[in-house]
DNA sequence: CGTATTTGACCGGCGC
DNA sequence: GCGCCGGTCAAATACG
């Protein structure tokens, strides 16, 4: 099934490259195939591409969407085609990955890049590659690449979700680089530096050599966040913490039954539900609505360092609880919000922080007198989110309202970053992440975590691509343009003719390639492909090749050709 | 000495 | 009105 299915499957949803006329790939195009592939060729105009190259396929739709059934496999490889073929089904194989996310050589920043990727086998660029020479702009398909393997991987250790096919991880990669492709702007924040954040020793990486490891860092249970789903807590959650600790244990229990299950047991303070259900309805003449949200935090410290500057203002004790609640108010002048933080009575790995109003400065970077921005050290993990409605509920006389009424919430799910990334990229409630506690925790939690995934932000940013596309996670290895070019530009100077098929080592492709593996989903499960969307990247290649490539790259986002069919 | 925290008093809403 | 309760104030205190 394996061929056909692929051919099928593999023109569904897998979708080339990421590439695009961009910045780097034109000096990356130079380097590799000279002026060589200038000439616009044309010619041919694909016919059928689909049956270009059967054998190449598993290797990569991405030769056979783009037609060059002409240029197909150049028979002679070129010299730095089977090394190149190689190069992209290691970077694409993400089954020993796993063990070096957990190993102490695992990178926390683009410099230790390239030692991972020798430990995986790869041909990997030297050092300099990295330093922002013009080397760099070559490398920036691997680095890219192989950056978002190793995040991947990490979160993946993280969430538990390591024993997922591999299929999955790569579906979640590929979602993962569109949505950071989608937030590259809104995740960045420019004030801080990610080489200041040393990751928490979570996943047993190295030592910092920053010496920032202090940090109490936990283990991630889970990121939540999940559809929205108006569960029922609104009324019996009013139970403190109590519940809701249980929920999120650590042991990544299904967060789901958890929760519920949390309710159901849960007798709750009789006290609390009615007034609550009172106030957040009675708030009608509200005021300017103020904007509220509770956050869990798994952590060991009780202040968590959000971006702002607090000052304790109260302390009362939490009834049928030994740890107090604690209130804190905004120290910049004429910033009304508050937050009250308090540990979960069963769970004291558990802190709940509920913020209460919007800010009105930008965050409070520590600035120390020497000007250098401080490492951040949030040392806790972002359990889940309890956005109260803020649009309705605007406590008119009451300040704050009662402690927590989960009108929107996410469960926790075993993938939870993943959800949590899809979360805020597509939901429609975009008050979700727009939510500037939100995003702050967010934030700062995965620079702190996972700092390679905000070097991936900024080097997306500068060099910007077409958005990814959304492909097949079946579909392996994708060829970035510039391997595309170069093989094409080589094709046509060499033989210009023959084609043929076997030459390739497409059978390792296939060995590396688990279509088989993916046993449920049938071909056609995929994204049908649109053939529009074939033929646009036609449209490309021919720009591409006819056009100089240097002339426009432009900044952002290209029309790209997204595929709009995610999920 | 300026600033942040502690801690008991205080206050308004609410149920009784 | 009374007492409870969540939340807030602010004087006293701790900090460096
Ligand atoms: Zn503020």
Not at 108 to 132: I, T, Y
Not at 430 to 458: C, E
Not at 482 to 499: D, E, F, K, P
């Amino acid at each position: 099934m394996d061929p056909e299915g692929r051919g099928s499957a593999g023109s569904g949803s897998g979708q080339p490259e990421k590439d695009v006329p961009g910045v780097g790939s034109g000096t990356e195009d130079e380097g590799f195939s000279g002026g060589g592939f200038v000439s616009s060729p044309q010619r041919g105009s694909t016919s059928s591409f689909a049956d270009a190259a059967p054998s190449f396929a598993d290797m990569d739709s991405t030769w056979q969407m783009l037609g060059s059934a002409e240029f197909d496999q150049p028979e002679a490889h070129a010299p730095w085609w089977d090394n190149r073929q190689q190069r992209y089904q290691q970077r694409n194989d993400l089954s020993n990955i796993e063990q070096l996310a957990g190993s102490s050589s695992f990178p926390r920043d683009l410099e230790e890049l390239p030692n991972a990727c020798q430990l995986r086998g790869h041909v990997a660029p030297g050092l300099d590659a990295f330093e922002g020479s013009s080397h760099f702009t070559q490398y920036q398909g691997l680095v890219r690449q192989e950056s978002l393997n190793l995040i991947t991987a990490q979160i993946a250790r993280d969430h538990e979700i390591e024993r997922y096919s591999q299929e999955e991880l790569r579906g979640f990669r590929d979602e993962m680089e569109r949505f950071l492709f989608d937030q590259s702007d809104s995740l960045t924040l420019p004030n801080l530096e990610p080489q200041y954040f040393g990751t928490s020793g979570t996943s047993g990486t190295n030592p910092d050599p920053l010496g920032y490891a202090d940090t109490p860092v936990p283990e991630v249970s889970s990121l939540s966040i999940g559809p929205d789903t108006e569960v029922d807590l609104s009324d019996a959650s009013t139970r403190d913490s109590q519940g809701a600790s249980e929920v999120s244990s650590p042991g990544s229990k299904r967060k789901l039954e958890g929760v519920s299950a949390d309710h159901a047991g849960d007798p709750n303070y009789d006290g609390n539900s009615p007034r609550i259900r009172q106030r957040v309805q009675s708030s009608p003449a509200g005021r300017s609505p103020q904007s509220r949200i509770a956050i869990q935090t798994r952590t060991e410290v009780d202040v968590i360092d959000d971006g702002y500057k607090w000052r304790k203002y109260g302390q009362k004790p939490v009834k049928n609880s030994v740890h107090p609640r604690n209130y804190y108010k905004c120290t910049t002048a004429n910033c009304p919000v508050r937050k009250r933080v308090e540990r979960c009575t069963d769970d004291p790995s558990h802190v709940l922080t509920t913020y209460d109003g919007t800010h009105t400065h930008p965050e409070t970077s520590p600035q120390t007198t020497d000007g250098s921005n401080p490492p951040r050290n949030v040392g806790c993990n972002l359990e889940r989110m309890v956005d109260e409605d803020v649009s309705t509920s605007s406590a008119p006389v009451t300040p704050l309202g009662p402690p927590r009424v989960p009108s929107n919430y996410w469960p926790v799910q075993p993938n939870g970053l993943a959800n949590l990334l899809l979360a805020g990229s597509q939901l429609p409630d975009q008050r979700r992440w727009s939510h500037p506690a939100a995003q702050q925790i967010f934030r700062l939690q995965f620079q702190t975590q996972y700092p390679l995934l905000f070097n991936m932000l900024n080097l997306m940013r500068t060099f910007p691509r077409a958005r990814p596309p959304l492909v097949d996670p079946r579909m392996s290895p994708r060829l970035d343009s510039r391997a595309l070019h170069a093989a094409q530009s080589y094709a046509m100077r060499t033989a210009s003719g023959h084609i043929n098929q076997d030459v390739v080592g497409p059978a390792s492709a296939k060995a590396l390639d688990p279509q088989n593996s993916s046993s449920g989903l049938g071909p056609s499960s995929s994204v049908p492909v649109s053939f529009s969307r074939a033929q646009q990247r036609l449209l490309w290649m021919r720009q591409l090749m006819g056009e100089s490539i240097l002339g426009e790259q432009r900044t952002g986002q290209h029309p790209a050709s997204d595929s709009t069919t995610d999920n």
